[in-house]
Every structure is written in C-alpha cells, then in structure tokens.
C-alpha cells in the first residue's frame, strides 16, 4: 500500500519529482539515488507533477548549491548539530552521509514526519522532529552548545518575518557559532506571486538579518539560477543572462557568532 499525502503536503511531490528526473539525467545536478524510490512508494497524481516539470531546474539548482554549503561545513565542523528545518521528503541527510559525529535533525510538521519514518529507514546520528519550525518550545528540548548549521530549503518565505527573526534568534542563544543557509525571494518575485493567492515572505537586503541580531554575519549571496552548465530547459538559459529574472531569487549563507565558522 502506498502512503498517501493530503493538502499542503503534496507541494512535497514536485520537488521528490525534481529530484527523481535529475536522478535519470545524464548529467545529474543534485544525484539524489533515493528520489526514484521514494516517490513510487507515495500515492500521487503522474501527469499533475509532470506539468510542474519546467521549473525543475530551480529547485535542483538551489538544492545542489545546499548541499555544496553542507557537505564543506561538515568536513569542517564534524561535531555540527544540523537542523534541518521544514525537510519534507528530502533525502539530504541519506545523499549526503554525514560522520557518526554529527547530530542531524530533520524537523517537519507532525503529518510530514510520520511519513518520513514509512519512507527513510533509521540512520544512527539522525533524529526526526515533528514540529511546526514556529511553535513555541521545539528548540529548547534539543541539546545545545558546540557549533550548529541551520538548513531551511523553500522555508522562510512561507513564514512571517517575526517569526523567523524570532527563530533566529533563539537558534543563536542556544549555539555560540555555525552558519545558516536559505533561499529568499525579490519584493517583486513576492509581489508577482501575491498576483497567484501566495503570501510570501521577501528580503530586498539581505544585510537586513545583521540588525535584527548582531551574531548573524552574511558570508555569500548568490543567485538561485546560479550556473545553466548542464541545464536543458531554454527558459532558465535565457532568466540566467538577464540580471532581473537572475536575481528574482537568491541563496544566502550566514555565519553565526564571532568565530569564524
């Protein structure tokens, strides 16, 4: 019997979709060997995520340059607590196999996580939490101290600005040094999206999260549509040359604390 998604969670499909193709590909991008399996096992409609299939690159651009950023972190800091926050069905903890010494946290709506357990077998290091990333008391029931790496793929502009400011700030009360990685969206991306029913979250200065806490430090900033070497789709060849499209969306990375991690 395959497991079944209702409502938000199928958004979970298009991107475990992504992955899948990528997977087939001659020249994978991400190279993610559990998209295939993991998404025949779940109920789903072929011909509905096969129409989303023209935006893949976004999504497999962005999580190939996360895992870039998160595989040198942990050959860096092999004692790191990763959160990885509104994981979904992400293999990235399985594709990317972090060292015993890691403390990985995949953390996702109740619903998303039970589906998780049905999915992914148990990997020693790692621990799932089921949680909404706003609710009040998740964080402080994990250990803290020693260096941390925060991953939010596709999260925070689903958010509101406090409570990620407020998330922010409790993830730096709790670790002295780390790093955090997301991905934002231009006002005017956010705006065009308000046009389809989608309140979204954007960030014009990405030095703007340096006022809200002065342990939050910008390393890089780059655009999602970051390199076409291998992308066949002409759309994202020709957003890649004009700045505007280019810089609709962008990737950030964070250092956390004084120290230089």
Same mark, same amino acid.
């Given at each position: 019997?395959?497991?079944?998604?209702?409502?938000?969670? #199928?958004?979970?499909? /298009?991107?475990? /979709?992504?992955?899948a193709l990528d997977?087939?590909?001659?020249?994978?991008?991400?190279?993610?060997?559990?998209?295939?399996?993991?998404?025949?096992?779940?109920?789903?409609?072929?011909?509905?995520?096969?129409?989303?299939?023209?935006?893949?690159?976004?999504?497999?651009?962005?999580?190939?340059?996360?895992?870039?950023?998160?595989?040198?972190?942990?050959?860096?800091?092999?004692?790191?607590?990763?959160?990885?926050?509104?994981?979904?069905?992400?293999?990235?903890?399985?594709?990317?196999?972090?060292?015993?010494?890691?403390?990985? /946290?995949?953390?996702?709506?109740?619903?998303?996580?039970?589906?998780?357990?049905?999915?992914?077998?148990? #990997?020693?290091?790692?621990?799932?939490?089921?949680?909404?990333?706003?609710?009040?008391?998740?964080?402080?029931?994990?250990?803290?101290?020693?260096?941390?790496?925060?991953?939010?793929?596709?999260?925070?502009?689903?958010?509101?600005e406090g409570d990620?400011?407020?998330?922010?700030?409790?993830?730096?009360?709790?670790?002295?040094?780390?790093?955090?990685?997301?991905?934002?969206?231009?006002?005017?991306?956010?705006?065009?999206?308000?046009?389809?029913?989608?309140?979204?979250?954007?960030?014009?200065?990405?030095?703007?999260?340096? #006022?809200?806490?002065?342990?939050?430090?910008?390393?890089?900033?780059?655009?999602?549509?970051?390199?076409?070497?291998?992308?066949?789709?002409?759309?994202?060849?020709?957003?890649?040359?004009?700045?505007?499209?280019?810089?609709?969306?962008?990737?950030?990375? /964070?250092?956390?604390?004084?120290?230089?991690?």
């Open positions: 019997m395959k497991a079944q998604l209702k409502g938000v969670e #199928r958004t979970l499909l /298009y991107t475990l /979709y992504f992955r997977a087939r590909s001659a020249h994978p991008i991400v190279g993610d060997a559990w998209a295939e399996d993991v998404l025949a096992r779940v109920e789903h409609s072929p011909w509905k995520i096969r129409m989303a299939a023209g935006d893949r690159f976004l999504g497999i651009l962005r999580a190939r340059k996360i895992d870039d950023w998160t595989r040198a972190h942990l050959a860096a800091y092999p004692d790191t607590t990763v959160l990885h926050l509104g994981c979904g069905l992400d293999s990235r903890v399985f594709r990317l196999d972090p060292p015993p010494t890691v403390r990985w /946290y995949d953390v996702d709506y109740p619903d998303v996580i039970a589906l998780r357990r049905e999915l992914y077998p148990e #990997r020693a290091g790692t621990e799932t939490v089921p949680t909404s990333v706003t609710a009040p008391g998740w964080l402080e029931r994990l250990p803290a101290g020693g260096p941390v790496l925060v991953v939010a793929e596709g999260l925070f502009m689903y958010l509101r990620i400011r407020r998330l922010l700030q409790q993830v730096a009360a709790r670790y002295p040094t780390g790093q955090v990685v997301f991905d934002t969206l231009s006002p005017w991306m956010a705006a065009t999206g308000r046009l389809f029913g989608f309140t979204l979250w954007p960030l014009a200065d990405p030095r703007r999260l340096e #006022r809200w806490d002065a342990r939050l430090h910008l390393i890089e900033e780059i655009p999602t549509i970051w390199s076409v070497e291998h992308v066949t789709g002409p759309l994202f060849r020709l957003a890649y040359r004009i700045r505007a499209l280019r810089e609709g969306m962008h990737l950030l990375r /964070y250092r956390l604390g004084n120290a230089d991690v």
